[in-house]
């Protein structure tokens, strides 16, 4: 700093100069000081002066060695009456600027000329109250030099060219003809090249194109564009001959025809597929001189295979959208429908001239407003909708059960533009689905009453052979019994079913250790088992809070379904573990396991393995289908991991009580 600006005593100044300045404000003034530039610096209303020192030749420092710290009005007082008013602009606010301002400065011992742009702003602090005039000086010397030398340059040439037109005007007067042919000459041979240099960089910003201009003789005049080289020109070779001087006759032959139809004036396309399979349009456009004379040919070829691909997949698919069975709609991210199909206008019952401009509220019942805003915050990070079940308005104001799934429409950038919707409707399947579980509940409660008759009359005649000497009878009824109860087991899973769907299955939860149920029905089971043997192995007793003879129901199932599915094997194995806030039940066994195309399916309702070792199994694929619904609704998980001829492992975990 102290090669740019001389030091300065701030406690040293006048009252209101700037040792009164906020501390940020000095610092500012400090750093304009250290810039290379002339910098002055006016404040207070007398105007105290601080400069750097490229400034000090500029304000004559030689003629007032007594500026710095002085007051402006003195040290111009000669022009004050000329600057004044500036300064009070400036103090007021305004910036105020004074360009090719001249000024004597003595220079190598010599005084000269030079020039700058004066710019005069106010200084302010933080709080904005105007305190000086800071002043920035840019040199413009060497530029205002160079305007003068060069008007002079220009002043010169122009006598030389008024001495060259003497000369030649001489020199027309006998040469007048041969000139003037010359002029058109070099205005022709500029424009050819002109022109040539134009279609050449069109030609080449022209994607996938070839193009070429042949003469009236058929000779190629230009070839240019980015597949030249693809298609086996090379402009060296080409341009300046004729076709028979490069390739075999029949090629040219094949052409011929075209060359000849173009350069009689008619313009046509032709389509071309080459020898690999691309697709190519070739358009010929006669080319007319200044007497609208055909003079040449203009062929250009592109390669339109992607363009072809897309409109055979374009046609491809709007076949597909027209003939679907299903409404298939687009809309924009604000939900505005910009397309409709046949069958969407047969299932809501609006045409397209319709709806399409109305949002997808016009077919949202009132209180499912809700979801389209909950599926579009889904949609618009990249995510699919699929089979979302809900309930639609039609034009005549039924509600249909739908099945929507929704996709996202995606630009070349990878950026949500819009949105695809299918709609199905499936309010005849939830019809058959209810008059199903109707039908089942109904027959399956039919059936208990008759069951349950069997079920007390096997009971007192077990009763009353317990002591009969006639084993074959006691035995067979024990038979029996087990067969009621394998039947009860069904009708319950169906009615259950049935009340699930309907909404009337009831969880009453309550506390009850987990373990000892698990015991209670491994103990259970084991009264009719004869060639397993299921092991038990817990962390330790745990609580949970849930339904106890529902979950019971649970491992009852995956305990039998154990036994069922392994007739081979021999362990069973039942773990009970407990982790952090949940508890893990797992039975594995050593049976025929699941493939993994089946795995992912089994929790579905009435879903069967069906393959050689399942064949003779009994079962409707319920059990799994109840089981999964019931830990479900405890807030747990069920699932399974299998092998194929390896045995399975089911599990299901559940909240804990701590």
Same mark, same amino acid.
């Given at each position: 700093?102290?090669?740019?600006?001389?030091?300065?005593?701030?406690?040293?100044?006048?009252?209101?100069?700037?040792?009164?300045?906020?501390?940020?404000?000095?610092?500012?003034?400090?750093?304009?000081?250290?810039?290379?530039?002339?910098?002055?610096?006016?404040?207070?209303?007398?105007?105290?002066?601080?400069?750097?020192?490229?400034?000090?030749?500029?304000?004559?420092?030689?003629?007032?060695?007594?500026?710095?710290? *002085?007051?402006?009005?003195?040290?111009?007082?000669?022009?004050?009456?000329?600057?004044?008013?500036?300064?009070?602009?400036?103090?007021?606010?305004? #910036?105020?600027?004074?360009?090719?301002?001249?000024?004597?400065?003595? !220079?190598?011992?010599?005084? &000269?000329?030079?020039?700058?742009?004066? +710019?005069? +702003?106010?200084?302010?602090?933080?709080?904005?109250?105007?305190?000086?005039?800071?002043?920035?000086?840019? @040199?413009?010397? &060497?530029?205002?030099?160079?305007?003068?030398?060069?008007?002079?340059?220009?002043?010169?040439?122009?006598?030389?060219?008024?001495?060259?037109?003497?000369?030649?005007?001489?020199?027309?007067?006998?040469?007048?003809?041969?000139?003037?042919?010359?002029?058109?000459? =070099?205005?022709?041979?500029?424009?050819?090249?002109?022109?040539?240099?134009?279609?050449?960089?069109?030609?080449?910003?022209?994607?996938?194109?070839?193009?070429?201009?042949?003469?009236?003789?058929? !000779?190629?005049?230009?070839?240019?564009?980015?597949?030249?080289?693809?298609?086996?020109?090379?402009?060296?070779?080409?341009?300046?001959?004729? /076709?028979?001087?490069?390739? /075999? /006759?029949?090629?040219?032959?094949?052409?011929?025809?075209?060359?000849?139809?173009?350069?009689?004036?008619?313009?046509?396309?032709?389509?071309?597929?080459?020898?690999?399979?691309?697709?190519?349009?070739?358009?010929?456009?006669?080319?007319?001189? @200044?007497?609208?004379?055909?003079?040449?040919?203009?062929?250009?070829?592109?390669?339109?295979?992607?363009?072809?691909?897309?409109? %055979?997949?374009?046609?491809?698919?709007?076949?597909?959208?027209?003939? +679907?069975?299903?409404?298939?709609?687009?809309?924009?991210?604000?939900?505005?429908?910009?397309?409709?199909?046949?069958?969407?206008?047969?299932?809501?019952?609006?045409?397209?001239?319709?709806?399409?401009?109305?949002?997808?509220?016009?077919?949202?019942?009132?209180?499912?407003?809700?979801?389209?805003?909950?599926?579009?915050?889904?949609?618009?990070?990249?995510? !699919?909708?699929?089979?979302?079940?809900?309930?639609?308005?039609?034009?005549?104001?039924?509600?249909?059960?739908?099945?929507?799934?929704?996709? /996202?429409?995606?630009?070349?950038?990878?950026?949500?533009?819009?949105?695809?919707?299918?709609?199905?409707?499936?309010?005849?399947?939830?019809?058959?689905?209810?008059?199903?579980?109707?039908? $089942?509940?109904?027959?399956?409660?039919?059936?208990?009453?008759?069951?349950?008759?069997?079920?007390?009359?096997?009971?007192?005649?077990? #009763?009353?052979?317990?002591?009969?000497?006639?084993?074959?009878?006691?035995?067979?009824?024990?038979?029996?019994?087990?067969?009621?109860?394998?039947?009860?087991?069904?009708?319950?899973?169906?009615?259950?079913?049935? !009340?699930?769907?309907?909404?009337?299955?009831?969880?009453?939860?309550?506390?009850?250790?987990?373990?000892?149920?698990?015991?209670?029905?491994?103990?259970? $089971?084991?009264?009719?088992?004869?060639?397993?043997?299921?092991?038990?192995?817990?962390?330790?007793?745990?609580?949970?809070?849930?339904?106890?003879?529902? $979950?019971?129901?649970? =491992?009852?199932?995956?305990?039998?379904?154990?036994?069922?599915?392994?007739?081979?094997?021999?362990?069973?194995?039942?773990?009970?573990?407990?982790? *952090?806030?949940?508890?893990?039940?797992?039975?594995?066994?050593?049976?025929?396991?699941?493939?993994?195309?089946?795995?992912?399916?089994?929790?579905?309702?009435?879903?069967?393995? %069906?393959?050689?070792?399942?064949?003779?199994?009994?079962?409707?694929?319920?059990?799994?289908?109840?089981?999964?619904?019931?830990?479900?609704?405890?807030?747990?998980?069920?699932? #399974?991991? +299998?092998?194929?001829?390896? *045995?399975?492992?089911?599990?299901?975990?559940?909240?804990? =009580?701590?």
């Amino acid at each position: 700093m102290g090669a740019m600006i001389r030091a300065f005593d701030w406690a040293a100044t006048p009252l209101g100069g700037p040792a009164t300045w906020p501390v940020a404000l000095k610092q500012t003034v400090n750093l304009l000081l250290t810039t290379p530039f002339p910098v002055l610096i006016c404040w207070g209303e007398d105007y105290i002066q601080l400069y750097n020192d490229a400034f000090r030749p500029i304000n004559g420092i030689t003629k007032h060695p007594q500026a710095l710290g *002085g007051s402006a009005r003195d040290t111009y007082a000669e022009i004050w009456d000329a600057i004044g008013p500036m300064f009070k602009q400036v103090m007021a606010g305004e #910036a105020v600027s004074i360009p090719n301002f001249k000024v004597a400065m003595d !220079r190598k011992g010599y005084t &000269e000329d030079c020039y700058f742009d004066f +710019s005069y +702003s106010p200084i302010r602090d933080e709080e904005g109250k105007i305190h000086g005039v800071l002043v920035i000086c840019i @040199e413009i010397t &060497e530029q205002v030099r160079a305007i003068d030398e060069f008007q002079a340059l220009n002043e010169e040439m122009t006598a030389v060219n008024e001495e060259l037109a003497a000369s030649i005007e001489e020199l027309a007067a006998t040469n007048e003809e041969l000139a003037s042919t010359n002029d058109e000459l =070099i205005v022709s041979q500029e424009s050819t090249r002109r022109t040539e240099k134009l279609f050449r960089s069109i030609a080449l910003n022209i994607p996938k194109s070839l193009i070429i201009v042949i003469d009236k003789s058929h !000779r190629y005049v230009i070839i240019e564009g980015d597949i030249m080289e693809k298609l086996g020109y090379d402009r060296r070779d080409y341009e300046g001959k004729h /076709p028979l001087e490069i390739g /075999p /006759p029949e090629r040219y032959e094949a052409s011929k025809h075209l060359y000849e139809r173009v350069l009689a004036g008619e313009k046509f396309s032709v389509d071309r597929k080459s020898t690999a399979g691309e697709d190519y349009m070739v358009h010929f456009v006669p080319l007319k001189n @200044e007497f609208d004379e055909v003079d040449s040919g203009l062929i250009i070829a592109l390669d339109v295979t992607q363009i072809k691909q897309g409109e %055979e997949r374009s046609a491809k698919l709007a076949a597909i959208v027209e003939s +679907s069975d299903d409404a298939i709609i687009s809309k924009t991210l604000e939900s505005v429908i910009t397309s409709w199909n046949d069958s969407a206008q047969r299932m809501f019952g609006y045409a397209a001239d319709e709806i399409i401009g109305e949002t997808i509220y016009k077919l949202i019942p009132p209180d499912r407003q809700q979801e389209e805003p909950q599926i579009l915050a889904r949609l618009k990070s990249g995510e !699919r909708v699929e089979h979302f079940e809900t309930k639609r308005l039609t034009k005549d104001g039924r509600l249909l059960d739908v099945s929507l799934s929704i996709s /996202p429409v995606k630009d070349s950038q990878g950026n949500v533009i819009g949105l695809s919707k299918i709609a199905r409707d499936i309010t005849e399947r939830k019809l058959d689905e209810a008059r199903k579980n109707d039908f $089942i509940g109904m027959v399956s409660h039919e059936l208990k009453t008759p069951l349950t008759s069997l079920n007390a009359v096997i009971q007192v005649a077990n #009763a009353k052979l317990k002591n009969s000497e006639d084993r074959f009878l006691a035995g067979a009824m024990e038979k029996a019994n087990i067969q009621v109860k394998k039947m009860s087991a069904m009708i319950n899973g169906f009615l259950n079913i049935s !009340r699930l769907e309907s909404g009337k299955i009831m969880i009453d939860k309550q506390h009850f250790s987990l373990d000892q149920l698990i015991v209670e029905n491994i103990d259970e $089971i084991s009264l009719t088992l004869s060639g397993h043997i299921i092991q038990f192995k817990s962390s330790g007793p745990v609580t949970v809070n849930a339904d106890r003879d529902k $979950i019971g129901s649970v =491992i009852s199932n995956l305990l039998s379904n154990a036994v069922k599915y392994s007739p081979e094997g021999e362990i069973i194995q039942v773990n009970c573990e407990t982790t *952090g806030n949940t508890v893990q039940v797992s039975i594995k066994d050593e049976g025929i396991g699941i493939n993994q195309q089946d795995i992912d399916k089994i929790f579905d309702r009435y879903y069967r393995v %069906e393959n050689s070792s399942t064949r003779h199994i009994s079962g409707f694929g319920i059990g799994l289908y109840l089981s999964a619904e019931i830990i479900k609704r405890h807030e747990g998980e069920i699932w #399974a991991e +299998s092998q194929n001829g390896e *045995g399975s492992t089911f599990y299901f975990s559940l909240p804990v =009580i701590k």
